[in-house]
Each structure stands twice: as structure tokens, then as C-alpha cells.
């Protein structure tokens, strides 16, 4: 179940995520980039990093906050799992912590690390609410976080977020720098401060989930081929070799992957270990 949030949060959350699975055998997920960070609560079982030969578990926190990927990450569970999941902006959580995105590039911490005791409470209020009365309890605490805030001007990111995705992904930096009237460098600077990511590798994020939702969409009788031009891709090839680099599979696999979510999909059984 997704959920948006109160007007107020918008700029700061996406969405809320509720996520179920109630298997007990061993589930392997595929977490991959979608250009936001997430804050997931785990309130049935925790979930597992990884697991190595000798069947020993690396267990993940409780609750973790995720930033920006290079790639994917795989996360396992051995039991049923329930997830909430908060989906930031791609400039949420810089504004919420006023922490550089770039300190979480590529990082799962734990939400202990990051915010104060009042996030302990919460994980065990939600624990033991039903899905309405999360989505009440996640609002009063970031409307309380935000009350706290000052005002930052955003002007520069949003102005150029909004020409990414509006272009879905697909521009130059020279074309970036002449829509905004600042340097690269300086744009350079204020994405990593602000989102974790340069403009071309968030770019390259936004068009692969053009992507996606091209092939989500598409007809019987619309080939991978025109998907590809469509979405900006030079040729298949390309493609593949990026879809690859962010997901680890192919497009034709991902077709036919459990999906929890657009970009968190369930991919193996335990026998594939």
C-alpha cells in the first residue's frame, strides 16, 4: 500500500510505503536506486544482509535509513516481514537532518545514528498500530521535526529537479547549466550537498525509471526496441548495460521478478543460494 503524505510533509516525504510478505521460507529482495532515500521500519522480524556458506546471518537494524545507491543491494528474511517504509524527496532527507546527502551515499545506518531518542519510540508505536494509525503517528512526528526547522531555500535543487524529470532523465549538463544559470561546479556541489548524487548519475536514475514505467505499460505488440529509443537509450546494448549496472539483471528478467515495489523486488528462492 502506498500512501502520500499531508501537504505540509510533501516537500520533504514522497510517499509511505506498507509492505507485507508473509512467506517463512527464505525471501531474497533486490533493493536498487530510484533517486530518493528511505527511512524502513522492519516491525515483525528483522531483515538479514547477507548470508554466506556456512548459513551465518548478518542482521540488519531494526530500522535503518538507506541513501543513494551506486548499484543494488540484496537483503534477505527468514521469517514474514512487515515494512514501512518512509520514500523521501531527492532532497528530503538533506532537509529534514541538514546533514550533506553525500555522508549516506551507498550506506544502510541505523536510525539511532541519525535521529534523536524520539525515532526509538516511534519504532515501538509502530509495532503495535494498525496501518491507519502509522500513517497518523509517522505525520505527528515529521510535522514535529519540521516545525523545528528553519525555512532553507531549495530554489537551485527544485528548479533543477523539476528539468530532470521533466525531461525524464535525458539532457546535458550544458543544457542543466543553461536552464539554471549556474556553473557546473556549482551545481555539482549543491547536488551532492543536497541529494547524494551528481546531476548526470541522478539523470541516469530518473531515465531508467522512465524506463521501467515505459515497460510497465507497454502493449503486446511494442517491442523492448521501441522502449529503448523512447527512454532515451542509444540501442539495446546500452540499455542492457545500464540496467544491468543499477539492478544486476536484465530488463526481460526484471519482467518477471516478484515486485514489492518498483525498485525493491523480490528475486530468488533459498535454493538459489
Given at each position: ?25 527464505v ?58 517504509i ?28 541519525i ?85 548526470k ?24 526496441t ?44 533459498a535454493?538459489?543460494?
Amino acid at each position: 500500500m502506498q500512501v502520500s503524505p499531508p501537504k505540509e510533509l510533501s516537500p520533504y516525504i514522497k510517499h509511505y510505503l506498507f509492505l507485507d510478505n508473509t512467506e517463512t521460507a527464505v525471501q531474497k529482495f533486490r533493493l536498487f536506486s530510484d533517486g530518493n532515500t528511505g527511512l524502513v521500519f522492519s516491525v515483525k522480524s528483522k531483515l538479514i544482509s547477507g548470508i554466506n556458506k556456512f548459513d551465518a546471518k548478518d542482521y540488519l537494524p531494526t530500522s535503518f535509513l538507506y541513501g543513494q545507491l551506486n548499484g543494488f543491494k540484496d537483503l534477505y528474511s527468514e521469517n514474514e516481514i512487515t515494512l514501512i517504509i518512509v520514500v523521501f524527496q531527492p532532497n528530503g532527507i538533506h532537509q529534514l537532518l541538514e546533514i550533506p546527502a553525500n555522508e549516506f551515499h551507498d550506506a544502510i545506518i541505523p536510525v539511532e545514528d541519525i535521529f534523536d531518542q524520539k525515532i526509538t519510540v516511534l519504532q515501538e508505536k509502530l509495532s503495535q498500530q494498525n496501518n491507519q494509525m502509522r500513517i497518523e503517528l509517522l505525520n505527528h512526528f515529521f510535522r514535529s521535526m519540521i516545525n523545528s526547522k528553519p525555512i532553507s531555500n531549495q530554489f537551485i535543487i527544485n528548479n533543477s529537479l523539476d528539468f530532470i524529470i521533466a525531461n525524464k532523465g535525458q539532457f546535458s549538463i550544458k543544457q542543466l547549466i543553461e536552464h539554471t544559470g549556474y556553473t557546473e561546479r556549482h551545481l555539482e556541489r549543491k547536488f551532492k550537498e543536497c541529494i547524494g548524487l551528481n546531476p548526470k548519475k541522478f539523470g541516469n536514475v530518473v531515465r531508467l525509471h522512465h524506463f521501467l514505467k515505459l515497460l510497465k505499460d507497454k502493449t503486446d505488440d511494442t517491442n523492448l526496441t521501441t522502449i529503448c529509443y523512447d527512454a532515451g537509450f542509444s540501442d539495446q546494448s546500452h540499455l542492457i548495460k545500464e540496467f544491468k549496472k543499477h539492478t544486476g539483471i536484465t530488463p526481460k528478467e526484471y519482467l518477471y521478478t516478484g515486485k514489492l515495489t518498483n525498485n525493491l523486488i523480490k528475486k530468488f528462492h533459498a535454493s538459489t543460494f
